[in-house]
């Protein structure tokens, strides 16, 4: 059996279900006051799935209240069937098949794809900082597409910027950065990562002053084909790459500066939860739903916070 054969793929009031399962793990709670012991369920045919009531404000309520699929006119077992079709495609899915598969418009597939995204980019699932020290964080950047307004020349000034550190057998986090000067990229691995941790770049010269706020920082010189000296290397990061690339070019396409920091959430989401940490597909849906709380997300709101 499939396990798109789940009844909340299907039903209504079983994704709604579903849902309350995982936001209300231990009952009910009124997004209004606060409320917790006396919430009642609507029932009727005319009552909307999972409608509940306040006994404390007499305020109605669903689950979806102050998450990222309030005001949503999608039925919430389409969004659980788009949920696990983005978190369980390595590569991602386009809006444009979602648009055919949920048989939605592409507007509506679009706006889906990311509020999915900034799910994914608002939930935390381990501690603020990486490696302490036990394991190699490796570190590099790339670049992809084209900066707004530029034009194309040679090098990769025309193009956006993206800066990820990778923590081996761990979890990867990237950056839309302006440029790969020193002082830009510093202060982001400040910030990620614990000083006592043995950070490994290549030789590209912003990496050059990192051995002063990173004393176990190792460098591999590609340009010298060395790819690899003892346990240094950066083979690890560029996989994510590979990965992170064919999906922007293989089934994204295209994605403009604006939205980049949400394509770099998604493919961070599912490296930092992938199988071999021992997280399968449902369980990945599951974490995702999870950065649903506190956050709207309008389709004309601004791009970034702040």
Same mark, same amino acid.
């Given at each position: 059996? $499939? %396990?798109?054969?789940?009844?909340?793929?299907?039903?209504?009031? #079983?994704? +709604?279900?579903?849902?309350? &399962?995982?936001?209300?793990?231990?009952?009910?709670?009124?997004?209004?006051?606060?409320?917790?012991?006396?919430?009642? &369920?609507? @029932?009727? @045919?005319?009552?909307?799935?999972?409608?509940?009531?306040?006994?404390?404000?007499?305020?109605?309520?669903?689950?979806?209240?102050?998450?990222?699929?309030?005001?949503?006119? %999608?039925?919430?077992?389409?969004?659980?069937?788009?949920?696990?079709?983005?978190?369980?495609?390595?590569?991602?899915?386009?809006?444009?098949?979602?648009?055919?598969?949920? *048989?939605?418009?592409?507007?509506?597939?679009?706006? +889906?794809?990311?509020?999915?995204?900034? #799910?994914? !980019?608002?939930?935390?699932?381990?501690?603020?900082?990486? $490696?302490?020290?036990?394991?190699?964080?490796?570190?590099?950047?790339?670049?992809?597409? !084209? *900066?707004?307004?530029?034009?194309?020349?040679?090098?990769?000034?025309?193009?956006?910027?993206?800066?990820?550190?990778?923590? !081996?057998?761990?979890?990867?986090?990237?950056?839309?950065?302006?440029?790969?000067?020193?002082?830009?990229?510093?202060?982001?691995? &400040?910030?990620?990562?614990?000083?006592?941790?043995?950070?490994?770049?290549?030789? #590209?010269?912003?990496?050059?002053?990192?051995?002063?706020?990173?004393?176990?920082?190792?460098? %591999?010189?590609?340009?010298?084909?060395?790819? *690899?000296?003892?346990?240094?290397?950066?083979?690890?990061?560029?996989?994510?790459?590979?990965?992170? *690339?064919?999906?922007?070019?293989?089934?994204?396409?295209?994605c403009s500066e604006k939205h980049l920091h949400r394509y770099l959430a998604e493919f961070d989401f599912r490296y930092s939860n992938r199988s071999k940490l021992g997280v399968e597909d449902e369980l990945r849906a599951e974490r995702a739903l999870l950065g649903i709380r506190g956050r709207r997300l309008t389709y004309r709101m601004p791009t970034r916070n702040g």
């Open positions: 059996m $499939s %396990v798109l054969d789940a009844p909340h793929f299907h039903d209504e009031q #079983a994704a +709604m279900d579903r849902l309350e &399962a995982i936001l209300w793990p231990n009952g009910p709670v009124c997004p209004h006051c606060g409320n917790t012991e006396k919430v009642y &369920a609507i @029932k009727g @045919k005319s009552a909307r799935p999972g409608l509940k009531t306040c006994g404390a404000c007499r305020k109605q309520f669903t689950v979806k209240v102050g998450t990222l699929f309030e005001d949503s006119h %999608v039925p919430m077992h389409k969004w659980w069937q788009a949920v696990h079709l983005l978190c369980s495609s390595k590569k991602g899915i386009s809006s444009h098949q979602l648009h055919r598969t949920l *048989k939605v418009t592409y507007k509506t597939a679009w706006f +889906m794809s990311h509020r999915i995204r900034e #799910a994914m !980019r608002t939930g935390s699932f381990s501690p603020p900082s990486l $490696s302490s020290g036990s394991r190699y964080v490796e570190v590099d950047e790339t670049y992809i597409g !084209r *900066k707004k307004g530029s034009v194309k020349r040679r090098g990769q000034t025309h193009k956006m910027a993206v800066l990820t550190l990778v923590e !081996r057998g761990g979890e990867a986090r990237s950056f839309h950065i302006e440029n790969s000067a020193y002082r830009t990229v510093a202060p982001i691995l &400040a910030e990620n990562i614990e000083r006592e941790a043995k950070v490994v770049t290549d030789t #590209a010269g912003q990496y050059d002053g990192l051995w002063f706020d990173f004393p176990q920082h190792e460098m %591999v010189n590609h340009k010298a084909e060395e790819w *690899k000296r003892g346990d240094a290397h950066t083979n690890t990061v560029e996989n994510y790459f590979s990965i992170f *690339k064919r999906g922007m070019k293989g089934v994204y396409q295209h």
